[in-house]
């Protein structure tokens, strides 16, 4: 009983790194159709500028890595948007195939920058320990990341429903047309929400470097679990995001204790198949006048 | 007319490789027509059926390893063990393993296994209207899922190293250049065969209703057709061919692993279909060869490279020619005859 109670933390923080990345990934989904494969490349890049920050200026620069490395994946994203996507929107099955040729370039590069074995980044002291809550185990690491994932989602929401720039995006998610026609800029919209969610994945990155290693193939061993959430879920939808990342992040680290690894995956994606014959579209789901 | 003469030339030039080729370069030529097969596969779904199918290095990996699984059973020494099994420390025959034994089972289980699988993902899929992204994302999602299944099942499944050290295939033996040979006409004349299916498929009247589901769902719907059945019979069939592919690649190459399976060689499959063109049976077969002798001509001088260059490739090609090379070519020929009939007016 005491082992499954201290699954909690580490399902609850999984679930919150998946939290991280998967809102940037269903914004970019729902908003303008774009399967973004290099998502992952961006976490990459957001846990080596930590790892790149601590060398330079030591452990305390931690706190200091959360905005550099929002600003450098949010760039990046912003450039593969500006150079590559926007040429693409309406087909949204090349770009995931353009994005995943991005994303094998970038992971190369990293390969070729900062050498194929992993590094690994030292957690800042005070964020080692833990505390006993009613028994469970909480390291302090899991709980900044619980921590952080929950600063970033009241950022979104409230981006998305108070500032004049979030309304224009709930726009041009809901009817892209009528929003143009309404006189919004609706490129100008598009490459923010690439800034904002591949800013989030680099946040994201930043977080796994508490509980791991860094190394090139970071970003695509949690981009498929990314896009299961996004999927049940509902695109471009935040309560939807939320409640996935929490149900698959638990989800994975209960059969991962109850079963082993590699059960858990199958089970997972078992589990994703049933959900998606009671709601084929995620939980929630945007109304369109599409048919479906 | 002119396509006639290059499918008999390209047919000429696959007769007389046996005869021409070092056996080590016609071992890497009978694993291209592997992929190739694979590619025919894909060019139906992806092409003709818009499905994008990220997943089909798990139809490959399960025709691959219930080929294996039988070459390894008849290859056992006296205890009825795979090698590595007795390594591992497994002292019985898994339950799983058992009906391997049986020639005829293992060569039904490399079609049935993969077109179930396929056919079951399909149809839950499908019928729930779950479509486009959605459908390539679970097909991945699928691929990652099986190879760590693989990898952790290490006692039935040979884990990481997976299956290896085939010496024969049936009656020939893999050690001898005749051996090889008699492989790789196998491999070609599945791939004809497949060839030849596809192409049946997509002139009948089933290839037009495809064509349709891909272009207008909704539309073929209204008309009285069931768009999901379509779409998992396609999807059934590309894996079929996958599966197909898998079991030659295991006598052909000697080895089927986790490796060969995951994401990345999912995904891998599609570069060649999507470099030659996906919407046409011979592209996509002739991208398919083209991109991984290139894989193996520079893995052999710079493996980095490589990387840079696929990856490169994919957008250079989904920038500049989307249909491929294929439509490179179809477009050049309709530019060419706009130009004549002009001329004759003229």
């Not at chain 1, 269903?26 to 060398?55: D, K, R, S, W």
């Not at chain 1, 858990?264 to 945007?286: D, S, Y």
């Not at chain 2, 993902?121 to 994302?137: E, M, S, T, W």
């Not at chain 2, 097909?139 to 050290?165: C, M």
């Amino acid at each position: 009983m005491e082992a499954l109670a201290n699954q909690l933390p580490i399902g609850l923080s999984i679930a919150a790194v998946l939290l991280l990345i998967a809102l940037g990934l269903t914004f970019t989904f729902g908003q303008m159709g774009v399967i973004n494969m290099a998502h992952g490349e961006f976490i990459m890049a957001g846990a080596y500028t930590a790892y790149l920050l601590q060398g330079w200026a030591g452990e305390q620069s931690f706190l200091l890595a959360l905005p550099v490395a929002f600003a450098v994946a949010g760039l990046l994203g912003l450039l593969l948007e500006w150079a590559l996507i926007r040429r693409f929107y309406g087909r949204p099955l090349d770009t995931l195939l353009l994005t995943w040729g991005v994303s094998l370039i970038l992971q190369q590069l990293a390969r070729d920058l900062f050498g194929a074995p992993n590094v690994q980044a030292t957690a800042p002291g005070w964020l080692t320990g833990g505390i006993d809550l009613m028994g469970v185990r909480m390291p302090y690491n899991r709980l900044f990341i619980l921590g952080l994932a929950v600063v970033c989602v009241v950022g979104v929401w409230w981006y998305l429903a108070k500032s004049p720039q979030g309304r224009r995006m709930r726009a041009v998610v809901q009817d892209r047309e009528l929003a143009a026609y309404s006189g919004i800029a609706t490129g100008r919209v598009d490459r923010f929400t690439f800034l904002l969610g591949s800013g989030l994945a680099g946040v994201a990155g930043v977080a796994l470097t508490l509980v791991g290693p860094v190394g090139p193939g970071l970003g695509t061993f949690y981009i498929v679990d990314a896009f299961l959430v996004v999927v049940a879920g509902g695109l471009g939808q935040l309560r939807g995001a939320v409640i996935a990342a929490v149900a698959l992040g638990m989800l994975n680290s209960f059969l991962e204790f109850w079963s082993d690894a590699s059960l858990a995956k199958v089970l997972v994606f078992v589990v994703v198949i049933a959900f998606l014959q009671v709601r084929p579209q995620g939980m929630f789901v945007l109304r369109g006048r599409s048919l479906v | 007319m002119s396509s006639r003469i290059a499918l008999a030339l390209c047919v000429l030039l696959l007769a007389v490789a046996p005869f021409t080729l070092s056996p080590f370069r016609l071992g890497l030529l009978a694993k291209y027509l592997c992929f190739a097969i694979v590619a025919v596969g894909i060019a139906l779904a992806w092409g003709q059926g818009g499905m994008l199918v990220l997943g089909q290095g798990v139809f490959f990996g399960l025709g691959g390893y219930a080929m294996g699984m039988y070459l390894k059973l008849s290859e056992a020494g006296s205890a009825g063990l795979p090698d590595f099994m007795v390594w591992s420390g497994v002292e019985e025959l898994p339950a799983l393993w058992k009906p391997f034994a049986n020639p005829v089972f293992a060569l039904a289980a490399v079609v049935l296994v993969p077109g179930l699988v396929a056919f079951l993902l399909g149809l839950l899929v499908f019928r729930q209207r779950v479509r486009g992204a959605y459908f390539a994302i679970l097909s991945q999602a699928l691929a990652a899922a099986f190879v760590i299944l693989l990898v952790g099942r290490q006692g039935i499944t040979g884990g990481t190293n997976g299956l290896t050290n085939f010496s024969r295939f049936f009656q020939l033996d893999l050690t001898d250049p005749n051996g090889q040979r008699a492989v790789y006409a196998i491999a070609a004349v599945v791939l004809g065969l497949v060839y030849l299916v596809a192409r049946l498929v997509i002139r009948g009247r089933f290839g037009r209703l495809l064509v349709a589901v891909r272009d207008g769902e909704d539309r073929v719907r209204f008309l009285g057709y069931d768009p999901a059945v379509v779409k998992t019979v396609t999807f059934t069939m590309s894996a079929v061919m996958a599966g197909l592919a898998g079991a030659l690649f295991v006598p052909i190459v000697g080895i089927i692993s986790p490796a060969l399976l995951g994401i990345v060689p999912s995904l891998e499959l599609l570069v060649g279909v999507a470099v030659g063109g996906r919407f046409v049976l011979a592209g996509a077969i002739g991208g398919a060869i083209l991109v991984n002798y290139a894989k193996t001509a520079f893995s052999e001088d710079f493996a980095e490279g490589w990387l840079y260059l696929q990856g490169g490739l994919f957008v250079l090609v989904l920038v500049f020619a989307p249909k491929g090379l294929a439509g490179l070519v179809t477009g050049a020929r309709e530019r060419l005859a706009a130009r004549v009939r002009k001329e004759r007016v003229a």
